[in-house]
């Protein structure tokens, strides 16, 4: 049976789904982000059938959501650094990869069994209710099977996992469109691991130049697989025109089938990039040629999105 979808304006949704959290059920939420599988990140067996619903390697570790800085305080050690950056950016789509506390309330599968755990405060304000409501952290991968283009309606949530999970709680489209940016902070030094929507000259504006996810003394992401966000169809970069057979994503002045903004607005292109894929997916060309997108500003995980959709796929 598929996961029934409730409104978030229904009165009665947010209690609905925290009791069903609490009862180590599967609820998948909005995020300002993308829409997020919400598990109790200290109930192991919520986390192993999460890991199942998704189809995703437990290797690969959870973000845990919290509410703020005194939840995340349960569960991490906050260097200066991080907290200039918790008190900067939160709540928002920054997630910050930082050491684990000996006693944090998270089970280990959560996080891989790493030393460190990924936290991440959303805006929506249907997310913030819920781990409210529930008073726990929640993880909460994008609620897509692994490999998959990430979703930003209920709708591409329930052609995913809809026979899989308990709830899906429908806040409409989300704002930003493309996960949070994933920073690693040891110390005095951030590192990026995953570009996201929010942009990496604003992070650097109160870090300093981030280092790269792969420099020799960086934290691993162990969760970035090359092929990923991948749409059923084949797809090609940098593309000016249609090819035979193809269909065009454009940007700015290349319309294309769907543009992502004909202003060349980043923010907006970001907003559209999920959903213009999975349009295009269905319209059933066998490959989706994309337009170039300039890489300052969101456009960094715009393109590091779209070079993993184009990434051959036996590689996963
Ligand atoms: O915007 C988002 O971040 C969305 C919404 C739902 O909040 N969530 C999301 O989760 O994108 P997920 O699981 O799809 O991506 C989490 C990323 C992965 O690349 C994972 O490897 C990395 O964070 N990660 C998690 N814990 C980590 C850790 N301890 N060390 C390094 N990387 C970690
Ligand atoms: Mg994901």
Redesign the pocket.
Known sequence: MSATILPVSDPNAIDRAAEILRGGGLVAMP?E????LAGDAGNGQTVARLYAAKGRPSF????A?VTGVAMAQRLVEIPPLARKLMDTFWPG?L?L?LPKREDAPISDLA?AG?D???I?C?AHTAARALIEAVDRPLV???ANPSGAVSPTRAAHVAEGLGEKIDLILDGGECPVGL??A?V?VTGETATL??P??LARERIEAVTGPLHAAGESDA?A????LKSHYAPGAAVRLNATEAGAGELLLGFGTIEGDINLSPAGDLGEAAARLFSALRELDARGAPTIAVAPIPGHGLGEAINDRLRRAAAPRDTQ
């Open positions: 995020t982000t993308v829409y997020g690969n570790p959870l973000i959501h789509p997630t990869v996080n790493l460190t755990v990924a991440r959303p909460a991968p994008s996960e949070s994933v690693a691991l995953r996201g929507g934290p992401s162990p969760g970035m």
